[in-house]
T-cell receptor
């Protein structure tokens, strides 16, 4: 069954700790994306990657970091520099140049206490 | 500056009636538009899309209309069903590698 998995579904961390959110896809998509959703707001782009070992900052990259060592994986680290880390984080993938439709994972709800 | 706007945060419609969700955009370089549906605590799912070379695209109960001169698109759902109750995001793209999402409209279909 092809799709995108994000783990865990819910994550709690203490303030000042870094935390890494997992995103894995078996759709053989080249492009992967990380978004953040806050109540009443749309999806805001954090980082995206069109190819392995390459990624670009989105609109709200400050306080976040990513890596793309494998085509299937695009983990997001929320660092202690992120001032308001509590949010719903969504990972997506697409075929890149072939299609602009993005497929989303189920999301991770991060709560920083 | 919001490039994709959905000015109605919420909409209530009776079951069986038509739901019309509106979206406006400011960037004239956008040439591809998408609608996504999202349930609480889940990821969005793709509904329907339209290229700027068309003015209408249909898929079952869902139809998207594009008015390029007005920089406006709308999603029509006919007939509306209770399972359609969700948040609907309008999205637009000017390049293959990025999609800009609107803030969403919460649709409630009342039985």
């Amino acid at each position: 069954d092809g799709g995108i998995t994000q783990s865990p579904k819910y994550l709690f961390r203490k303030e000042g700790q870094n935390v890494t959110l997992s995103c894995e896809q078996n759709l053989n998509h080249d492009a992967m994306y990380w978004y953040r959703q806050d109540p009443g707001q749309g999806l805001r782009l954090i980082y995206y990657s069109q190819i392995v070992n390459d990624f670009q900052k989105g609109d709200i990259a400050e306080g976040y970091s990513v890596s793309r060592e494998k085509k299937e994986s695009f983990p997001l680290t929320v660092t202690s520099a992120q001032k308001n880390p509590t949010a719903f984080y969504l990972c997506a993938s697409s075929n890149g140049r072939e299609s602009r439709e993005q497929f989303f994972g189920p999301g991770t709800r991060l709560t920083v206490l | 500056d919001q490039q994709v706007k959905q000015n109605s945060p919420s909409l209530s419609v009776q079951e069986g009636r038509i739901s019309i969700l509106n979206c406006d955009y400011t960037n004239s370089m956008f040439d591809y538009f998408l609608w996504y549906k999202k349930y609480p605590a889940e990821g969005p799912t793709f509904l329907i899309s339209i290229s700027s070379i068309k003015d209408k695209n249909e898929d079952g109960r869902f139809t998207v209309f594009l008015n390029k001169s007005a920089k406006h698109l709308s999603l029509h759902i006919v007939p509306s069903q209770p399972g359609d109750s969700a948040v609907y995001f309008c999205a637009a793209s000017a390049t293959y590698d990025k999609v800009i999402f609107g803030p969403g409209t919460s649709l409630s279909v009342i039985p």
